[in-house]
């Protein structure tokens, strides 16, 4: 068995479910099992209300599951308390939202490197990598450019550099094109291809069929199951 071979998934749910609670408790998620290894590129589609946000959350960490297990790196992070969840989540997963989330009076290498701020790093190794990160995804000309002097595909782009720049197990995205006019969505789309060919974990949570088509594996989520198709 080689090293890699024996890195545990990144992702495992094992008969993971959740069920928002209430007066009506709604099933958001039925128990389900997903495995997801260092390296893919996996999609979620399905319709809306299916579920698919609540699969964005259990896996992000940002809501636990009721029932089930969730292997985070071979990590069960069923117990967690709040303030580990949050270590965890800001260590190991990288969001990129629809609408980018970016700080608006700050710029975009200061938007890149706030985000390894609370991990004990020196400020110039943080300038630095962001730095590296923002030329990465091709805006080594616009470190100092503040979002509202960026187009929607240069804010993305920084939200991926921010979203990367700490080496996270998994790229977390929710429809990262959703925002976008359809060649600046193709730009994106070849960036998170060219992640993941240096070896980024990615997981693109989208209604969209085309983007879908990007993912080496695509989950489908309805009514709270999940089924999978593989491309070959
Ligand atoms: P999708 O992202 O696919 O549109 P969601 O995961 O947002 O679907 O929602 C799945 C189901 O859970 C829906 O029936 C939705 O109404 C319900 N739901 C989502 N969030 C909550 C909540 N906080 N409390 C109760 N029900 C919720």
New binding site residues.
């Given amino acids: 068995m080689t090293g890699r071979d024996a890195q545990p998934p990144v992702i495992e749910l094992r008969q993971a479910a959740l069920t928002?609670p209430?007066p009506a408790p709604?099933r958001?998620l039925l128990p389900c099992d997903l495995t997801i290894q260092r390296g893919e590129f996996i999609t979620v589609v399905?319709?809306?209300?299916?579920?698919?946000?609540?699969?964005l959350n259990v896996l992000g960490l940002l809501d636990s599951p009721t029932e089930g297990v969730y292997l985070l790196d071979g990590m069960d992070v069923g117990g967690l308390r709040d303030a580990e969840r949050t270590a965890l989540r800001g260590q190991r997963i990288g969001f990129v939202f629809q609408s980018f989330h970016l700080m608006p009076h700050r710029s975009a290498l200061e938007n890149v490197a706030l985000a390894l701020a609370y991990r004990g790093i020196p400020r110039r190794e943080r300038m630095s990598r962001a730095r590296q990160a923002l030329d990465r995804v091709g805006l080594a000309h616009r470190l100092h450019a503040m979002p509202t002097k960026l187009s929607g595909g240069e804010c993305q782009r920084v939200a991926i550099a921010r979203a990367s720049v700490g080496s996270p197990s998994l790229l977390l995205c929710d429809e990262p094109t959703g925002n976008l006019d359809t060649s600046t969505a193709d730009s994106i789309l070849c960036l998170l291809d060219e992640l993941h060919r240096t070896g980024m974990t990615i997981v693109v949570i989208t209604h969209d069929p085309v983007v879908a088509e990007h993912g080496e594996r695509t989950v489908t989520?309805r009514d709270?199951a999940m089924s999978e198709s593989v491309r070959v």
């Fill in positions: 928002y209430g709604v958001a399905g319709p809306s209300g299916a579920g698919k946000s609540t699969l989520v709270g």
